[in-house]
T-cell receptor, first 110, second 113 residues
Framework: RKEVEQDPGPFNVPEGATVAFNCTYSNSASQSFFWYRQDCRKEPKLLMSVYSSGNEDGRFTAQLNRASQYISLLIRDSKLSDSATYLC???????????WGLGTSLAVNP | EPEVTQTPSHQVTQMGQEVILRCVPISNHLYFYWYRQILGQKVEFLVSFYNNEISEKSEIFDDQFSVERPDGSNFTLKIRSTKLEDSAMYFC???????????FGPGTRLTVL
């Protein structure tokens, strides 16, 4: 099983749609979870941290399910500017290094 | 808003040459990292650095690689003898603590010919 696994997509959705991404991780000792966004040939940018209780930031909602070892990201009312690759990132128990998924590609169409 | 900066944005070198990639982390951050991303592949951790020493490194970070914080602001990655497969985007990142979010610089695209 890969350390962090994501469906690469691409997801093609119309503007205004709701889209959800899932990510699974293999190390049950993982402590911290993040969603990053990466535009083509640019650096990853932190979208949001993922907390056990779930968290919301505007149109974005992240959930963590420790029992099943998966993380989700929900984007509501998607905008053209949401088109990017969404990277699921996990940090292990005592490690500071981040382990990255391959990313899920999202294209929001007019 | 403070940000991580990296120079150069693009470096082209011949196989076997040494390259130094430079980064200026966010000023109050204490932890520094290098990652690389080969085109079309996932981001890969190389090394983390804290208190003037390496705190963790991956299997990619072999004897050809070294890191240094030569002064109070710069953080460098040196590749001693570049190989074709070193061609990638190299990202520097920094964080306030080992558990906080990491913020990335714009990257240096290294092309080894």
């Amino acid at each position: 099983r890969k350390e962090v696994e994501q469906d690469p997509g691409p997801f093609n959705v119309p503007e205004g749609a709701t889209v959800a991404f899932n990510c699974t991780y293999s190390n049950s000792a993982s402590q911290s979870f993040f969603w990053y966004r990466q535009d083509c040939r640019k650096e990853p940018k932190l979208l949001m941290s993922v907390y056990s209780s779930g968290n919301e930031d505007g149109r974005f909602t992240a959930q963590l399910n420790r029992a099943s070892q998966y993380i989700s990201l929900l984007i509501r009312d998607s905008k053209l500017s949401d088109s990017a690759t969404y990277l699921c990132v996990v940090r292990g128990g005592n490690n500071r290094k981040l382990i990255w998924g391959l990313g899920t590609s999202l294209a929001v169409n007019p | 808003e403070p940000e991580v900066t990296q120079t150069p944005s693009h470096q082209v070198t011949q196989m076997g040459q040494e390259v130094i990639l430079r980064c200026v982390p966010i000023s109050n951050h204490l932890y520094f990292y290098w990652y690389r991303q080969i085109l079309g592949q996932k981001v890969e951790f190389l090394v983390s650095f804290y208190n003037n020493e390496i705190s963790e490194k991956s299997e990619i970070f072999d004897d050809q690689f070294s890191v240094e914080r030569p002064d109070g602001s710069n953080f460098t990655l040196k590749i001693r003898s570049t190989k074709l497969e070193d061609s990638a985007m190299y990202f520097c990142a920094s964080s306030e603590s080992g558990r906080n979010e990491q913020f990335f610089g714009p990257g240096t695209r290294l092309t080894v010919l």
